[in-house]
């Protein structure tokens, strides 16, 4: 199968931080900047409708060669189970599924080159489209193992993070203990 042929990819990690950790983390596309190699930036246009089906997110592309943004609808949002948006309405859908898998999850992001966005493709770049097609799938193929593993790495430690923590989080011990190891007032 040739990269103009090929419409759907997806790709899997097991992360060691529980399911519903990582889907707040991957639904908030403010975030996004943090692991994607080609997203930068997003940000909802409704802070109300933020993380919720139908909800309208800009994402801001940076290439060496070039920089564009993108309007997104999200279509899938069940917490705990997948997230997901569609691209410019019908071009692109990008998505996350999550999986209990023993004391972590396995997070599966997958990408569909939409007939939308192939009509688009050909009737903007012509003779091209093929060429530019191949540019995007093979971006996006080259994508998803890096936007993976650094979603990994941002997890995990931060489960490290919390894990170090102290078992007490009550204000007022901690309030009590500081004051004791700071010792009489002056």
């Not at 800009?58 to 993108?70: A, I, K």
């Not at 569609?86 to 599966?108: I, P």
């Not at 979603?151 to 919390?162: C, F, G, H, Q, V």
């Not at 011990?173 to 010792?183: N, Q």
Request: proline share 5%; aromatic share 8%.
């Amino acid at each position: 199968m040739t990269q103009t042929e090929i419409r759907h990819h997806e790709e899997s990690v097991t992360i060691q931080a529980p399911v519903i950790s990582i889907y707040d983390l991957i639904s908030d596309v403010t975030r996004t900047g943090e692991w994607s190699p080609v997203c930068t930036q997003c940000w909802w246009e409704d802070d109300v409708d933020a993380g919720k089906v139908g909800a309208w997110f800009t994402g801001r592309n940076e290439l060496p060669h070039r920089t564009w943004e993108t309007r997104s609808q999200v279509v899938a949002a069940e917490r705990g189970l997948e997230f997901a948006w569609v691209v410019g309405g019908d071009l692109v859908r990008w998505g996350y599924t999550l999986t209990s898998a023993g004391t972590g999850t396995t997070l599966t992001e997958s990408w569909d080159f939409l007939p939308g966005g192939i009509a688009l493709f050909e009737e903007k770049y012509g003779d091209d489209a093929p060429a530019q097609i191949t540019d995007r799938t093979q971006q996006a193929l080259d994508g998803i193992p890096k936007t993976l593993a650094a979603i990994k790495r941002i997890a995990e430690s931060t489960m490290s993070n919390e894990n170090d923590r102290p078992e007490c989080a009550d204000p007022a011990v901690v309030h009590s203990d500081a004051a004791r190891l700071a010792g009489p007032a002056r």
